[in-house]
Every structure is written in structure tokens, then in C-alpha cells.
């Protein structure tokens, strides 16, 4: 009974060890050809075809792609990292499986078993902010890349945002503008890559420019109602800013009902840049928010075309975020520096 | 060699018709047991069971639904019928095989085919706005529900959204505060599900509570300026309304500024509902805005529920959307009402 042999027995046969035999099974492609045909000729003596992961084998392709996502989604938008898979996946005629798990380690264990056991080619760990992942080590049984999310050790390929140079395009698009006092109202919390990234970029655009920073124009929020204050504290100060840099477009709706009550119009008399374009966000704004792209699409197809590539490079790939400007920045009126 | 045989060759012995073996290999409940056993013996005769649509069969289940949506996301919150497809697909040890579309026949249909092929216990249609579907026949091969959106000839079930009740009750929670003058700035395009149903939902809301129906107060908007300039015509009737509703939450954000923008604060001077909840908006325009949810996560799990339970009663099922109360409107001064 051919279907009652398991891995442990065609490693055994092959004199390989079972990941190998695994990694046959999942069309890996880090397998020399030499063991492969020990596995696959180990396969044929026991009769192992019969075997669903077999069966496959012998097509061109699986045709499914894990897809593991946690749950928690901060901008909605970060399906497009969905999409983007699907449509690398598609190139190939192949799908995506789609799993949602939490964060714990057991969980993440168990949907990576379940999508081994469907002989998926690879398995996408996607997470819906730019953070650090812990995965466990089951997950190095197949191909595996990592989008919007970077392991601990860096033992697995990522794409994340390139938040550094987006936060440094929004700063530099209102100082090319002559914007020199330019408040910032970053994301929390703290210690984020997103936080810290856009605060470098900040910093950099300031200094290329040699404009010294000061701290006084930095602010931070979570929600609604701090974001207003913040912006109503900056407009306060002796010296206040003639432009905003949003952490986000959703901070960006409440800056911009802070200036209207503030009796200051945009960009006449004030200018804002946003990131992520959240598009449901900066289109509704008026005038609609200029603002740097977060690249949910191109770090979802840039992780599935890795993983078919069979390209073994250990790289963290960081995805630009293009600025996309539409009418919230002017040119500073140089009457209003001089005042 | 069992493996070459195909359904036609088990229908033939089976003395059924071709379409009773496939839903037999698919698990589909509208098959006699009489009618299922006589495919079971035929695929036993002929040693059918090394195929892999039959090894899947001896489980109890092959653990996926396909998932088809089509690619037009007017609302980022309808990703969360995919969320309540998975939860109610997690609850039955089953994943979701997520396939996106576009919206003709032939690319669904080949869509579907790949998914019959993979042995899908069913298929859930999504659409990504309440709309009327158009599916070729192959869908009937397998259990299907629709999400968002219905069949032409009503032959499938479906879940939409009430809309019709969920406008009624934005427009109740307007007329208890004392409002009789409530514009209503609906979604376009023009004889969709939404904009009928929500101001079918207005005016009978208006009708129950003896308010005649004013063709004055009614505005469409598409895009955020004309929404603006909707609420500013409005603003300048001769008898202007005390209270807006809002045909959904992201058209809310350009009323709330040109609100703003006419020196009325809301909800002291004026009140204002949406429709949707979707969330990243609602709760980042200030106040924070009342507005009536959308059920997307109720609608991807009541097609997966209705799939696998056997049930095969066509129905459509209106979803509840549910009021969600904020900070937007405030009872009527009884003096405004009088001057």
C-alpha cells in the first residue's frame, strides 16, 4: 500500500534527510538535482505517486501559493498587498491561498502546517503595517517571503516600505516650495519603523537643505482629536509652521479641520503633505492631500515573484514611495517670510 | 488504469448525468443519497479513488471554498467580506482560495473552472459594491453564495445589505433629534441597489413621520468638490435644512468642510449622518460622525454558512446595517425651529 508510506520512509530509502524529501514534494528550489531524482526515484519504488503531494508533483506546478496575513489591519489599503500577490501569483497560473492568523507563534505554526499540507509552492507572510515578524521555524520548509514585515534575525527575503526616503520626498516637496518652518505630526507609537523612518527622512530633507531642526515642530498622534490639538499647538507657537507634513492621510483630515477653524485656507495661506495616499482619504480632503504612496501592491507582487524566481539571495528589499501630487502645497508667498 | 477514466466514464456506469458525478466529487448536498451511492460504487469499479478529486472525498472535507471577487473596491471595508468568509470558513477547519476577477463572463468562467478543478467545496461571488452579477452556468457545478450582490435571474442566494432600513434609520435618528429639513446628498451612479434603496429608506423614514418629501433638499455627489458645491447649494435655499444625510461617509468629509467653510459648526449648528462606517473616515472627521455600518464581514460569512450547511432554499438575504451612534447630531434648538 504505496499511500501508507510517509516522508520519513522515502528519506530513509533516499538516504536523505525528510526536509529534503519535503522540499522535493514542494518543488523547492533549493535542491541539487542529484538528491532530487534519489527522492523522486525513492518515490517511484514505493509507490508514492499515488500520493496527492505526487500527484502534483508530476504537473508543471502546484498552482497554490500560501498567503498568511495578520489581522490587524491599520490602513485598508494594505489588501493591496493581496492584490499585487494575486496578480504575480496569476502571471503563472497560479493562486493564492489566503490565511488569517494572529500573532501568536502556535497559530502561525499551525496555518503553515495546514498550507504545507496542501503542497502549497510557497508560503507570503504579510503584514498589514511595517513591523518585525517572529515566525516559527516550520516556515523555512518551503520557499518563503516576507512582505510589509522583516524577520528578527533576517534569515528570510523582504519587502518593505522605503519610509526614509518617502518621509524625505514629502519634506523636500515643501521646501523646494521655500517652506522652512515645517511641522510634523508623526505616527505612534514609538520605536515603529514607520515613526523612525519618516522621522530620518524628516531630519535628512532639513539637513540637505541646511535647515537646522527644531524640535519645537514635532508633534505626534494617534487619534482624531490629538492630532487637532497638536496642530492647534504648532499654529500657536511664537514662530509657527507655514507647512504640515502628516504621519498619515487620516492625521491629515484633522489637520486640515484644524487650519479651516484656524481661519487659514489650503494651500493659500498653509500647505500639508500626507503619506500612504489612502486614497478614499486624499481625494475627499479639499484640496485634495499631496502625499507619498505606501507600496501595498509592489511589496505583495515583489514577494511572490521572489519566491518563484528561485533566487536564494537573503535580501530586505526596500519598495520606494513615490510622491503623488495633487493641490495642497503652494509656493511660499515671500511677503509672509519677511512678516 | 483507474486514473485515466473520467466523469463522463463514471457517469455512463452510474447511469447518471455528468453533472451529478461532479457534484458528487464536490461534496454538493443537492444530490439523493441513492443518486451519490450509485457514483460511489462506480468510482470504486473503476478504482477512481487514486484520483485526486476522489482521495479528497474519503476526508470529510477538502478544506477549501473558492473565493471569486471582482476588482472594483469603491469601499476598502468590503475586504471584509473576505475576513468573514475566512472566520466563518476557520470555524468548519476550511481556507478560502481567494481568485480575482475582472467582470466578464469568460475570464469568470475560467476562473471557476480553475476552482472546480481544485475540488472547491464551493464558491462564494463577492462583488466589492451592492450591485446586480452576471455569472455563466458553470457556477451551478458547485455550492454557491453571493455576497454584496445578486443574480440576475435570482437563482442563487445571496446576501446584500438592507439598505433601504439602514437609510431609515440614518434619517429616524435625524427626525428624533427634532430635524425636519434634512438633506440628503445621495450616491451615484443613478439606479444602483444603494442610491434606490437609501432614498426609498429617507422617505419612508420622512413618511412615517409625517415630514412631506421636498425634492429641493435632495443632491448627488460623485467626487469630493461636487459634494462641496451640493451642500453649499443646499445651504443657500431659502429654507435651509438644520440637518444632513450624507449618501456615504466619505462624501460626509466634504460636507463637514463646506460646513466649516459657511462658519456652522456641527452638530451645535447643523447635524450630519453617514452611510458605511468606514471607519478611517468616520472616526477621523470631528466630531466623530454617526453613520449607519455597512454588514461586509456578515455578508462574506453568511455566504460561506449558507454554502456549507445544506440548505439549498434560494433566498436573498437582507443584511442589517446597524446605526452607529458618534457625535454628529444634536437635538433641534427649539428656537431655530420657530425663527
Known amino acids: ?128 503595517y511595517h513591523r518585525e515578524v517572529h515566525l516559527p521555524d516550520n516556515i523555512t520548509n518551503v520557499p518563503t517571503a516576507l512582505a510589509n514585515c522583516f524577520s528578527v534575525d533576517a534569515s528570510l527575503p523582504s519587502a518593505v516600505p522605503d519610509e526614509e526616503t518617502g518621509a524625505y520626498r514629502a519634506t523636500k516637496v515643501l521646501l523646494e516650495a521655500g517652506h522652512t518652518r515645517i511641522g510634523f505630526i508623526n505616527v505612534i507609537p514609538p520605536s515603529t519603523p514607520a515613526m523612525n523612518g519618516r522621522l530620518r527622512g524628516y531630519q ?53 479641520a484644524a487650519l479651516r477653524d484656524a481661519g487659514l485656507r489650503v494651500p493659500e495661506d498653509i500647505s500639508v503633505v500626507g503619506f500612504d495616499n489612502q486614497i478614499d482619504v486624499a481625494l475627499n480632503l479639499l484640496p485634495n492631500l499631496t502625499t507619498v504612496q505606501l507600496p501595498h501592491y509592489e511589496m505583495g507582487a515583489w514577494a511572490v515573484r521572489k519566491l518563484l524566481s528561485g533566487d536564494n539571495e537573503i535580501i530586505q528589499e526596500k519598495i520606494d514611495c513615490p510622491l503623488v501630487e495633487r493641490q495642497s502645497v503652494s509656493v511660499l508667498d515671500s511677503v509672509n517670510i519677511q512678516s
Open 1 to 128: 500500500m504505496g499511500n501508507n508510506y510517509t516522508i520519513k520512509d522515502i528519506a530513509k530509502r533516499a538516504q536523505v534527510g525528510t526536509t529534503t524529501v519535503s522540499r522535493v514534494l514542494n518543488n523547492h528550489p533549493y535542491v541539487s538535482d542529484e538528491k532530487r531524482q534519489r527522492v523522486l526515484n525513492a518515490m517511484d519504488e514505493l509507490n508514492y505517486r499515488q500520493n496527492l503531494g505526487a500527484k502534483w508533483l508530476r504537473s508543471a506546478s502546484t498552482g497554490l501559493i500560501g498567503f498568511l496575513t495578520d489581522e490587524v489591519a491599520t490602513t485598508p489599503y494594505a489588501v493591496d498587498i493581496i492584490r499585487g500577490a494575486q496578480d504575480a501569483a496569476a502571471e503563472n497560473d497560479m493562486v493564492i491561498i489566503v490565511v488569517s492568523v494572529g500573532g501568536d507563534l502556535p497559530e502561525i505554526e499551525e496555518a503553515i502546517e495546514f498550507l504545507l499540507e496542501r503542497q502549497v509552492m510557497g508560503i507570503i507572510y504579510a503584514a498589514m
Open 204 to 256: 535628512r530633507a532639513l539637513s540637505d537643505y541646511g535647515i537646522p531642526f527644531d524640535e519645537q515642530l514635532i508633534g505626534t498622534s494617534d487619534f482624531a482629536l490629538h492630532n487637532y490639538n497638536e496642530t492647534q499647538r504648532l499654529l500657536n507657537l511664537k514662530n509657527p509652521p507655514t507647512a504640515f507634513f502628516s504621519g498619515t492621510d487620516r492625521t491629515a483630515m484633522a489637520t486640515y
